[in-house]
């Protein structure tokens, strides 16, 4: 199954280098379903994936003079504070049992069950595809689009922390409304930031006091790395329109799996 895992972990890489973003919701459910590890220390891992691998990305797009630095800081500034503050103080108090709705829930079911919501957001996202974004905010005063900025950074650094994944499919309509920036660029901007307050959360949680196997967290960002790089470079062969949205379709299968299975137990 550990054999399964290391390979999904590389597919996972390809599938993130060939579509710029989305793979990484999968490192989850690949963490917790064939690596045995529960979801709460599976979304640290996923962090540290998602952030290393985001950096990676950017840096195509760096070169390529495709990130805005300004756009990426401000909405960064306040994602990372509040990914930090989340991994760090919010989430080692939330109770290994509670009751929502009625219902008695344990803490990994939660993550679990709020990770697929969000692949369902994700998968739909790829499959409608790119929307056309009106760049006309020319009636928003500066105050407006920063606050506006702010709020989403801050709502999406809390996504992030609680189940490890990147949000990019929140970032990039958010930047693109909100800035006047071509797709790209808000793209190239958005992994920077992904990785940004990827790794400020699980910095929080090493002084948190998770333990993390480094060996194996070593082996899974040389996997998810050379599956990127081979994805990046398959991506010159490979038009990822089509396939954006078969994978699409496939995290939304694999995330209803998931909420069967969990509910079902």
């Known amino acids: 199954m550990i054999i399964c895992g290391f390979i999904a972990i590389l597919l996972m890489g390809v599938t993130l280098g060939l579509l710029g973003a989305g793979g990484s919701i999968l490192t989850v459910p690949i963490l917790v379903y064939l690596f045995d590890t529960s979801p709460t220390l599976a979304t640290s891992y996923s962090l540290l994936l ?5 950096l990676a990305g950017s840096y195509f797009y760096f070169i ?24 760090r103080f919010l989430l080692p108090i939330i109770p290994n049992n509670f009751v929502l709705f009625n219902w008695q829930i344990d803490k990994d079911l939660f993550i679990l069950l709020l990770f697929a919501a969000v692949m369902l957001l994700t998968s739909y996202s790829m499959i409608k595809g790119p929307r056309k974004i009106s760049a006309n905010n020319n009636e928003l005063s500066l105050i ?18 609680i189940i490890g994944a990147g949000g990019g ?5 958010a930047l693109i409304l909100l800035n ?12 920077l930031i ?9 910095v929080g949680d ?35 329109d089509n396939l954006k949205k078969w994978f699409g379709y496939f ?3 694999a995330s209803i799996l998931i909420i069967i299975k969990e509910i079902a137990l």
């Not at 990130?67 to 504070?81: E, L, Q």
């Not at 006047?180 to 992994?191: C, Q, Y």
């Not at 194996?216 to 599956?227: E, F, H, N, V």
Request: net charge positive; charged share 15%.
């Open 194 to 202: 992904i990785a940004a307050k990827s790794l400020s959360g699980f």
């Open 64 to 87: 390529k003079k495709q990130i805005d630095f300004d756009i990426a800081i401000k909405f960064a500034i306040p994602s990372i504070i509040s990914v930090y503050i989340t991994r």
């Open 50 to 54: 998602v952030g290393f691998t985001a």
């Open 144 to 161: 407006a689009k920063n606050s506006f900025i702010v709020i989403e950074a801050v709502i999406v650094g809390f996504v992030t922390a």
């Open 180 to 191: 006047k920036i071509n797709v790209k660029t808000a793209i190239g901007s958005s992994l």
């Open 206 to 240: 090493i002084q948190g006091g998770i333990i993390v196997d480094y060996v194996l967290a070593t082996k899974l960002l040389i996997l998810a790395a050379i599956g990127m790089f081979l994805g990046v470079f398959l991506s010159k062969y490979i038009s990822p």
């Open 169 to 173: 499919f929140l970032i990039v309509p």
């Open 251 to 253: 995290v939304m299968i």
